[in-house]
């Protein structure tokens, strides 16, 4: 019975050890699109990263591959249960200057399932600091989709719910 106990003592301790190394969104350096872990760093960020609640509850859990959200993400409830999930898929774009829109770096198609719905978010990500929404409804809606579409990406339209113009996606 103490080789259990010291048995359990260790795995806690390990793993209560392991939150101190997290790397949390809010504490990550944002530049040109990319996160890093510090400012001394040069080399993006791959691995996972975390978001908390201010109670310190966990909240996002979000995949990153060369300092862009990139694989699976999971977002949490205030009683640690999964409440959406998806995946984010980057695109590096050619050119994507729509009338005021400029200087997009790339798209990250947002996959998400919240209970039984399942929904696309399209994320333009530019480096010109504006950001707002295209709700289905606007004309430029479809313009970008149509733009997308020329490049080789294409996109169930049912399914997207909104095209966000962001500095990031997280």
């Avoid at 719905?117 to 295209?134: H, W």
Wanted: glycine content about 8%; overall charge positive; hydrophobic content about 40%.
């Amino acid at each position: 019975m103490k080789k259990i106990k010291e048995l359990i003592f260790i795995i806690y301790t390990l793993i209560a050890g392991c939150s101190a190394n997290d790397v949390l969104v809010n504490k990550m350096i944002l530049r040109n699109g990319r996160y890093f872990i510090s400012n001394d760093t040069h080399v993006p960020y791959t691995g996972t990263a975390l978001s908390k609640f201010d109670t310190g509850k966990l909240s996002e859990k979000t995949s990153f591959i060369n300092g862009v959200p990139n694989g699976k993400w999971l977002a949490y409830g205030y009683n640690g249960e999964v409440i959406q999930s998806g995946t984010y898929k980057p695109r590096l774009l050619k050119s994507l200057d729509i009338e005021t829109i400029k200087q997009i770096i790339r798209i990250n198609i947002c996959t998400t399932i919240e209970g039984n719905q399942n929904f696309i978010v399209l994320y333009l990500v530019s480096n010109n600091g504006e950001e707002f929404d295209i709700e289905k409804k606007a004309p430029l809606f479809n313009i970008i989709l149509e733009k997308l579409k020329q490049q080789g990406i294409t996109i169930r339209n049912d399914l997207v719910d909104k095209i966000r113009i962001v500095k990031t996606e997280i």
